[in-house]
């Protein structure tokens, strides 16, 4: 993919935190339509989550078919622009979250990958390889496991995957942006019991940039990057 495309499909996956979805892509609340997951609704039509296992999803669509997109930690029904301010607003969801990525990181296959292998299967209807699936940090290694179903993913900031899900399930298929030095990307690096997503295509920013800023700010550094 080329930078507009990243920029692109950031946007996208900044949509689970900020509910603003960018021009040209459009609610598809109809894909939900018949499923019977446990799914809860948000409030907003296109979107379900699983509060247990801290799942949020979106089905989306834009001229080149479906997508679905997984949101990180702090996503959920509070969108707002401000991290913090979100994540007290999806406090429960929020602790969920952190219960997940807790579990990853010790190398276990938490339930909320595997919940969202099971959303992308019944979604797709058999019809999967039209499926892009997004999603930044813990919604990247949502789009990464549901993509072991068929798809291709879009993960921006990824921790990867536990090596027990690729055991399991195998590894989907898709591209990986991250900017550089981003604290949750470098989990994979450190601990063995993760796998890397790749390729990864490296974003640079300024050296002064705040740690937390490279990953909650993706979006708005990977458009700067894609105008340079």
């Not at 909320?112 to 290694?141: C, M, P, T, Y």
């Not at 921790?159 to 550089?180: D, M, N, T, Y």
Request: glycine share 10%.
């Amino acid at each position: 993919m080329n930078p507009s495309e990243y920029a692109y499909y950031a946007a996208i996956a900044d949509s689970s935190y900020t509910g603003h979805l960018p021009a040209g892509v459009w609610a598809a609340s109809h894909r939900w339509h018949g499923l019977s997951l446990g799914l809860q609704e948000t409030g907003v039509a296109h979107e379900r989550l699983a509060s247990d296992a801290g799942l949020t999803v979106q089905a989306l669509e834009d001229d080149s078919g479906p997508l679905l997109v997984f949101g990180g930690t702090t996503s959920g029904p509070g969108k707002q622009r401000d991290t913090w301010d979100r994540g007290l607003t999806n406090w429960p969801m929020h602790l969920a979250q952190w219960v997940t990525n807790i579990q990853m990181s010790v190398g276990r296959i938490p339930d909320n990958l595997e919940l969202a292998h099971q959303v992308f299967k019944a979604i797709s209807r058999g019809d999967s390889e039209k499926w892009r699936l997004v999603g930044h940090s813990k919604g990247a290694s949502e789009a990464m496991a549901a993509s072991s179903a068929g798809g291709t993913y879009i993960a921006f900031a990824s921790p990867g995957l536990p090596q027990a899900w690729i055991e399991q399930h195998g590894a989907g298929s898709g591209v990986h942006c991250s900017v550089e030095e981003d604290p949750v990307t470098s989990l994979c690096q450190q601990i063995p019991w993760l796998a890397q997503p790749e390729p990864t295509q490296w974003v640079s920013v300024p050296n002064d940039t705040p740690v937390l800023s490279r990953h909650n700010d993706f979006a708005h550094w990977i458009n700067r990057w894609s105008k340079a």
